[in-house]
Each structure stands twice: as C-alpha cells, then as structure tokens.
C-alpha cells in the first residue's frame, strides 16, 4: 500500500458529501435534502465506524466472506436503512486492494423492488433481480482518496440475464450529469470504507418490506471481491447467493 495514501487516510478521515442541503424533507421534496430535525445514526464524516453498534442491530444486514471465494477481497458488509439514508460499512483485505486508480471502481447493485420479475444482472447474484447499479472511483489518477459519487444504471437486459449479457444491460439514468448528489463516504483506517447514499434521490420506488443489495470492488474493471458470495465450488464460477436483504428502519 503506497504511503501517500497511508498519510492521505490520516489527514482525510473525511470524503465529502455532495449537495446535500439541509432545509427539506426528502419524503416530499424531489430535490432532495434533510429536513433539519433528522438525526444522523450514522456518521460517515468522523474517521470511526464505533456508531454501527448503537444501532439496533435486528435493523443491520451483515453478510461475510465465505471460507473460499472466487473473489476474496471484500471481507464484511454491513447496510443500515432509515428513512433518509443507505448507510453501508465494508471490510475489505488491504493485500489484495492494493491498487487505488480510477479503473478500480466500486458497484452497488440493488434489487429496489424486492423482486426477481424484474431487473437481472444472474452474472454475480443467484436471484438475479438488480434493477439499479451504481458505479465509481474511490481513488483519482494520482492514488488519493476521493468522494464515491457513483453514476446510477438501470437494468435494461433481460429479466434475470446470463453471464453472457452483462455488456449494453445497464443504462445511465442519473440527472444531472450521472452522479448521485447527496452521497458521502470516507475510508477508516487501511481496510474499511463507510458511506451511504440519499434515499430521496435514488431514481427508483422502493419496496415497503425491503430491497436487496450487494457490492464488489474491481482493479482493472475486473472483480477481486464481491458481497454476498458463497464458496467457489470449481475454482472459476462465482458462488452465487441472493443479493443481501435490509429492511427499513423507519
């Protein structure tokens, strides 16, 4: 790990937030922002994740990595939901994230509907439901840190998909300019990443029970880990499982 990105992590506990005003209610207001009496659970803007344990963790989806994945990188992913924000907390192993370029991006797939009658994306998740994926950098040309201020896609392949589909299946559907205003996110120590993203300003109706989710990081647009996964049962296929399920906490 390069140590420009060791003194970078230390002088830069945060990674901004973008465009996040603070005199509205994101319930009713489609331009997103937080109305002035939310209480934040989660701070992603304070170089610790100690507040996930205040949480009522019955609220907190976790899935870890199996014993042995195809793509071993992404160690623990945690996702809390209230009525404002996705917060998401990652492990990842340092060893095998050891490039930081633009080209090693970070995906977000989620099943906004809780249903695999819609949306696809069978090419890492077994339900194969994922009507939305976000994408972006988590480092600049010169291997610093910077904000994940994803572009959002929609699934437009066909429902389920195949391993053979995944390229022109996603759409670019953010406005203005593909990127998620709102989101924010900063990296804790040398091995965690916490974020989270505006609920108000995702372009999709969510389900009242819940959604789905899952991540992977890439090197090179290729994967090195991926959550959830199971056990890799030949050394080539990824072990697919449903995409994790997080309920609400409203």
Known sequence: MKTNWKIALMCLATIAMVACKKDKNPATDPAGGVDPSYVEKINVKDGSVAD?????????????????????????????????????????????????????????????????????????????????????????????????????????????????SRVGDWKEVWEPAGTVSGSASQFVGENIIEGRLLIDLIPATFAEDGFGIGFDLQQNWNNIGLLPQLNTPNGTNVGRTTMLFVTFDK
């Open 52 to 164: 996930w344990e205040e949480l009522d963790q019955t609220k907190v989806a976790v899935t870890n990595i199996s014993p042995s994945p195809l793509w071993p990188a992404l160690k623990q992913l945690k996702v809390y939901a209230d009525e404002v924000y996705i917060n998401y907390m990652l492990v990842f192993d340092p060893v095998l994230y050891e490039s930081h370029t633009p080209s090693d991006a970070m995906h977000i797939y989620m099943d906004v509907d809780h249903s695999n009658a819609t949306g696809g994306f069978f090419d890492s998740f077994s339900d194969a439901g994922a009507d939305l994926m976000f994408e972006g950098p988590l480092f600049d040309d010169y291997e610093m840190p910077i904000p994940y201020v994803p572009t959002a896609h929609k699934w437009i392949g066909p429902t389920g998909g195949t391993p053979e």
